[in-house]
């Protein structure tokens, strides 16, 4: 089973959720998280100061059509940027010890499946707000697929008893 990978187990089964808990503050505590935790509120701090600032002053150049164009990017980039600093801040508390492993397995802070971003809605964009948005879209890619290893996608869990399983493989191989 990977490093991160949990168990997609009902969670009505105490070994399961033990084992699920265990992945998170694993996961929690590794390399893996640290850069991707740096790397996703380097970037969230990186388009707040571009929408405040430069984005603004570019948005005031653009023609009716683009600047609602932009207006709307960067809503779905500031949602799809908040949606990736949810989840590494529960993450990160879970690190921190603010919250159990356990707790974080909840539904509530799993990322929803959605559709992948389509292309810029307009021609006149910024590139600077474009090249934000196709790195938003890769960090949330990032924690979606982190998110999955975890909690959907993750192989079946180890048996309960795992004595038991080798003698059961030792009789089947040896005609037992």
Known sequence: ??????????????????ARARQVADFASSE?????FQDGMALVEETAAYLDG????????????????YAAESMG???RLMQAASWL??????????MSPAQACDGRYRLKLRPPSDQPTHAEL???LIELM?????????VVYLDRR?????PEAEPTNAVQNQLDRLKAAFGG
Do not use: C, Y
Not at 136 to 142: G, T
């Open 54 to 69: 430069e984005g603004r002053r570019e948005a005031k150049l653009l023609s009716r059509a683009a600047a609602l164009a």
């Open 32 to 36: 893996l998280f640290e850069r991707t």
């Open 126 to 128: 910024p590139i600077a």
């Open 77 to 79: 980039l500031t949602t």
């Open 134 to 142: 196709v790195r938003a879209e890769k960090l949330l890619e990032r």
């Open 89 to 98: 801040l529960v993450q990160r508390a879970v690190r921190e010890g603010d």
């Open 1 to 18: 089973m990977s490093q991160f990978a949990a168990s997609n187990a009902p969670m009505s089964d105490p070994n399961a959720a033990v």
């Open 150 to 154: 975890m909690f959907v996608d993750a």
